[in-house]
């Protein structure tokens, strides 16, 4: 979604109209260009970024993480880039969640499943997950499952088949309603080495689903309250990461406050892209007279 920021910009440019632009960053640019050296293209992001950003009308970040590394990046002072989570709490996914799982696995009676949800690649490094798992397993039954697909499907089974833990290790690939795997899933696992706002751990929240995540740039820290309200563990360490799943499924699940997440819903976000735009949400005219009438 990044290149989309530039796209933007030149677009106003070009097009020479005063329609507000207003770009979003969604992840940690620097670590983006370092995970990529030897692309060209992410090479010259921070350039362009210095060069285009400064245009924009308004510039959001989804986590304060991600707003101090694009303000070194751009050098752009940071009260110039506000910090507007991502709307991730929808209705629906209260109504997508109680969707039955077709697989046995989600039965009652079975033993707890360990879930993991996003694209099989470097940047969420399952193979920490799994290795994590395989200590799990060696102290009690559990199951792991992982949602998603990716270039590292191979690896992540060899790795699997090394450690013994293949034939309780499920990789269905993406699936359209993982919020019912969540709802079913006994705890929620990110093994990410790096994010931007990683949302599945909000949604994983939301759906009263204990969670433990790497304390990665960037993200986590934020949405757990610098682990209040889940458990943290450094990036890599799957020993630390065993633990807090062990922590968890020995009924030692940390307490969410119910209002922690208010921030994190689409009424929230909506309004505070509104109040940066300076835009005002009038009644319409059929909603004036309906109150009228009332």
């Known amino acids: 979604m990044h290149y989309a920021n530039e796209v ?3 677009a106003k440019f070009l097009a020479r109209v005063p329609t ?3 770009i979003p960053e969604h992840n940690v640019l ?11 293209a992410r090479k010259l992001i921070p350039f362009v970024v210095r060069t285009m950003y400064p245009f924009a009308d308004a510039i959001v970040a989804v986590s304060h993480g991600v707003a101090a590394d694009l303000a070194q990046i751009t050098g752009l ?3 110039r880039i506000q910090v507007i989570y991502n709307p991730v709490i929808f209705p629906d996914l209260y109504e997508k969640a109680q969707e039955p799982v077709d697989h046995p696995w989600f039965q009652p009676g079975e033993p707890p499943v360990i879930l993991g949800v996003g694209r099989l690649e470097d940047q969420k ?3 920490t997950l ?3 798992f395989a200590q799990v397993k ?5 199951r792991l499952v992982i949602l998603g697909w990716g270039p590292d499907r191979p690896q992540l089974e060899a790795l699997a088949q090394e450690l013994g833990v293949e034939q309780d290790l499920l990789l269905p690939g993406f699936v359209n309603n993982p919020f019912a795997y969540m709802a079913k899933s006994a705890v929620f696992a990110l093994s990410s080495a790096w994010e931007g706002l990683p949302t599945v751990l909000i949604e994983a ?8 995540s790497t304390d990665c740039k960037s993200g986590p820290a934020e949405i757990l309250a610098n682990g209040q309200y889940g458990s943290l563990v450094p990036v890599g360490d799957s020993r630390a990461m065993a633990t807090a799943i062990l922590e968890v499924l020995n009924g030692h699940p940390k307490v969410l406050a119910p209002e922690w997440l208010d921030q994190f819903t689409l009424q929230s976000s909506t309004q505070k892209y509104l109040d940066l735009l300076d835009i005002s949400c009038k009644p319409s005219h059929s909603e004036t007279m309906q109150n009228l009438t009332q």
């Open 8 to 10: 933007a910009l030149l």
């Open 20 to 22: 507000k632009v207003l």
């Open 30 to 40: 620097s670590t983006e260009v370092k995970q990529h050296e030897k692309s060209l």
């Open 77 to 79: 002072p940071k009260e």
């Open 125 to 127: 490094d399952f193979p």
């Open 130 to 132: 799994i290795r994590a």
């Open 138 to 142: 060696q102290v009690r039954s559990a």
């Open 205 to 212: 929240m939301a759906l009263k689903i204990p969670v433990v």
